[in-house]
């Protein structure tokens, strides 16, 4: 059974800095690629980050350029999303889903429950 | 404003047959498959439809996907109760070289 739990959420003050993990278990991970979604608060589905299954090609949403960084361990079967400057906007739910292949595309066969980022002061 | 157009709001009567729409560009729809989801209150999102039109297992076939040119539709027949819920459209932007999603329809079961 496939399963993708985030974890790394919390509250942190505007200008902060948070890691999200997301650990993934019930599937060849190094095979797949891997995005992180957000959705804040009462609002829609935002696309924040992708990256490829080897790892060797990432993909950022505008609003997280320069700020975000994904990255993934394959030997410990673990995707990551590095959050710097951050601001009060960056306030979501972060789900972690897997992409049905090996490159990016939009179609997450697999999500997580979601964690929790809280920017305030 | 989500780069992929979907009406906020849809609904229908018990039985019926509704659409949602999702309206693109040359760089996503146009070039691209498209991908629904759906997500019940309180929960994450659950692939819908993939490819445009083909349905994961477990997917009632009530469920349908449609595209043309660069507009996407999903059709819901028969509806129930139970498909209240909000549905997004994705697709993979080129120009973006990113994935782009609808801004979500909620669909209310009268």
């Known amino acids: 059974e496939v399963q993708l739990l985030e974890s790394g959420g919390g509250l942190v003050q505007p200008g902060g800095s948070l890691r999200l993990s997301c650990a993934a278990s019930g599937f060849t991970f190094s095979s797949y690629a891997m995005s992180w979604v957000r959705q804040a608060p009462g609002k829609g589905l935002e696309w924040v980050s992708a990256i490829t299954g080897s790892g060797g090609s990432t993909y950022y949403a505008a609003s997280v350029k320069g700020r975000f960084t994904i990255s993934r361990d394959n030997s410990k079967n673990t995707l990551y999303l590095q959050m710097n400057s951050l601001r009060a906007e960056d306030t979501a739910v972060y789900y972690c889903?897997?992409?049905?292949?090996?490159?990016?595309?939009?179609?997450?066969?697999?999500w997580g429950q979601g964690t929790l980022v809280t920017v305030s002061s | 404003q989500s780069v992929l157009t979907q009406p906020p709001s849809a609904s229908g009567t018990p039985g019926q047959r509704v659409t949602i729409s999702c309206s693109g560009s040359s760089s996503n729809i146009g070039s691209n498959y498209v991908y629904w989801y759906q997500q019940l209150p309180g929960t994450a999102p659950k692939l819908l439809i993939y490819?445009?039109?083909q349905r994961p297992s477990g997917v009632p076939d009530r469920f349908s996907g449609s595209k043309s040119g660069t507009s996407a539709s999903l059709a819901i027949s028969g509806l129930r109760s139970e498909d209240e819920a909000d549905y997004y459209c994705a697709a993979w932007d080129d120009s973006l070289s990113g994935v782009v999603f609808g801004g979500g329809t909620k669909l209310t079961v009268l």
């Open positions: 889903a897997s992409e049905y292949e090996g490159e990016v595309a939009g179609y997450f066969d697999y």
């Open positions: 490819r445009s039109n």
